[in-house]
């Protein structure tokens, strides 16, 4: 089906673990955005991609990497999880012309013990 | 200070009422806005943009006031399925990615 998902919904991991997160849209939207939400925050960007091979820093960076080999792929990885990265992340994908649409997958949950 | 400020509420309201949301952003050479929705443990959904000279879709009517960095949602004979927490969103000039206010929810009761 056409549209955008993430892997795994939900993930329960030990703080010092490696987590990848999984994006996967088939628009071929050209921007990729993660963004994590918690309680009294909203929605905080951590990184976003203008295309494939081109990423950059949002507001929250720091303990996490992400990469982006092809267009419809965004991972992001926490490289040694805290219980600080408790939380629901959203990705979410739009098309270079319309920035502003942006399209959300389902979220994760994750929770780091 | 945030970027972009919302009274979490919640908003408590019978049916049929009509109900307004309000949100300031702090920068202002902020360009675009918009209102999105987000029910309860799922992905945020564009409502509707926002205008300078206003803009209305339906029971929803959104404002703006550049002067005072102001942003408001005003809904109109409010349903059940209204219930949901309004996210305010602004897009910065020469920035890709939107900024989002916490959220105002919203609980129309029967």
């Known amino acids: 089906d056409a549209g955008i998902t993430q892997s795994p919904r939900y993930k329960i991991t030990e703080t010092g673990r490696q987590v990848t997160l999984m994006c996967h849209q088939t628009?071929?939207?050209?921007?990729m955005f993660w963004y994590r939400q918690d309680l009294g925050h909203g929605l905080r960007l951590i990184y976003y991609?203008?295309?494939?091979?081109?990423?950059d820093k949002g507001e929250v960076p720091d303990g996490y990497v992400v990469s982006r080999s092809k267009t419809e792929n965004f991972p992001l990885t926490l490289e040694s999880a805290t219980r600080s990265q408790t939380s629901v992340y959203f990705c979410?994908?739009?098309?270079?012309?319309?920035?502003?649409?942006?399209?959300f997958g389902p979220g994760t949950r994750l929770l780091v013990l | 200070r945030k970027e972009v400020e919302q009274d979490p509420g919640p908003f408590n309201v019978p049916e049929g009422a009509t109900v307004a949301f309000n949100c300031t952003y702090s920068?202002?050479?902020?360009?675009?806005f918009f209102w999105y929705r987000q029910d309860c443990r799922k992905e945020p959904k564009l409502l509707m943009s926002?205008?300078?000279s206003g803009n209305e879709d339906g029971r929803f009517t959104a404002q703006l006031n550049r002067a005072s960095q102001y942003i408001s949602l005003l809904i109109r004979d409010s349903k059940l399925s209204d219930s949901a927490t309004y996210l305010c969103?602004?897009?910065?000039?020469?920035?890709?990615?939107?900024?989002f206010g916490s959220g105002t929810r919203l609980q129309v009761q029967p």
């Open positions: 979410a994908s739009s098309p270079g012309t319309s920035v502003q649409t942006q399209y």
């Open positions: 628009w071929s939207h050209s921007y």
């Open positions: 991609s203008a295309a494939a091979d081109i990423t």
């Open positions: 920068n202002s050479a902020s360009q675009s």
């Open positions: 926002v205008y300078s």
């Open positions: 969103v602004v897009r910065d000039t020469g920035r890709r990615a939107l900024t």
